[in-house]
Structures are given as structure tokens and as C-alpha cells.
């Protein structure tokens, strides 16, 4: 029979876009107040990899990371995509955009070994976690580097997005060496 252990904590990214900066800051300051402060930001890239968000979101969107200094339990995953659900929510009231739908917020967890998303949308490769959330493996971490599957969006099998996760994966690290080891923890370098 095998032994149930803890999972070992998760390094949080959520993934931010938009046609508006401000409401791009806006989106990390309430972000901060639910989830802690943000430990790295990447720089605002454009996202024009696919046109799918046009309609709701308009043209020429904005996207970037927050990566946010406090490790989590990766069961909370589902709890985290409902959380930046209802930010995006919110968002309209804020008054920075015109659009239908101002602003999207993707949350996942980075480990060792892969980055993975949250969302609300099932396909054959992804996992049902709880209350209308799945996840997916987005990446994996091979040979020194996030590498993508067949599904991974267009914008994440680019270098910049995947440099920045590395430079994210090198921080969770770091963290991890702070935290009492384990064989789990350990195995990862």
C-alpha cells in the first residue's frame, strides 16, 4: 500500500491580459490583497497569437505575469481560478476600459517538473479539480527548459514567456532549499 504524502507547495503565476496597462496594474493590486505580495512581474508582452479574445477584449492586448512570493498548496488551485474569476469580475466596475470584457486572469502552479493552468473550459487533456475548474500540464520541464505539448497555447511556446517561467522556476527553487527537505522536495534539482 502506498504512503499518502503532502504535496510539496507550488510556485503561483497568474497570468494577466488586457488592451488597458492600468487595469493591468489595477488586476495586481487586488491580486495582491488576496494572495500576498508579488515576488517577480514580467515585462507586458504583446499578445497577438491568436484573435480568439477580439471580440470581448478587444485588439492589441497586453500580456505579462505574477509570480507571487508565497509558495501554496496545490489543492487550492480550483479555489485561486474562482478568486481571479471574480477579479475579472470586478473588473468593468473599475472604470480603466470600455470593453465587454476587460481584462483575463489565468492562474497556474509552477513546480520542478511542469506549469500548469487552471480553467473553466474541459478537453481531453485536462483534469476536473473541483466547482467548474479543470487543469492542464502547459509545460514541462526537460533539459533544462519549459518545453510545450501539442495543446500548449501559441503564446506559452514562446521563448520570452518560457525564459521568464525558467527565471520563476529558478526562484521557486531557491524557496524550496528554505523549506525543510524532504525525498519529495529533494528529488527535484
Do not use: C
Amino acid at each position: 500500500m502506498a504512503n499518502h504524502k503532502q504535496p510539496v507547495p507550488a510556485l503561483l503565476a497568474v497570468a494577466a491580459f488586457s488592451q488597458s496597462l492600468p487595469l493591468l496594474a489595477w488586476a495586481g493590486e487586488r491580486l495582491q490583497r488576496y494572495l500576498g505580495p508579488v515576488a517577480l512581474q514580467s515585462p507586458w508582452w504583446d499578445f497577438n497569437q491568436t484573435a480568439y479574445y477580439e471580440n470581448e477584449m478587444g485588439s492589441d492586448l497586453k500580456k505579462g505575469f505574477f509570480v507571487f512570493e508565497e509558495l501554496v498548496d496545490p489543492g487550492k488551485l480550483a479555489e485561486i481560478k474562482l478568486l481571479t474569476n471574480g477579479i475579472e469580475g470586478e473588473a468593468p466596475a473599475a472604470g480603466l476600459s470600455d470593453q465587454l470584457r476587460p481584462l483575463n486572469l489565468d492562474p497556474g502552479l509552477l513546480t520542478l517538473g511542469k506549469f500548469m493552468l487552471a480553467t473553466t473550459k474541459d478537453q481531453a487533456h485536462r483534469l476536473y479539480l473541483s466547482q467548474g475548474i479543470f487543469a492542464e500540464v502547459t509545460l514541462h520541464f526537460q533539459d533544462g527548459e519549459y518545453l510545450p505539448w501539442p495543446w500548449t497555447y501559441a503564446d506559452y511556446q514562446t521563448m520570452p514567456v518560457r525564459d521568464f517561467l525558467k527565471t520563476a522556476r529558478d526562484f521557486y527553487k531557491a524557496k524550496l532549499k528554505t523549506m525543510p527537505q524532504d525525498d519529495e522536495t529533494a528529488s527535484g534539482a
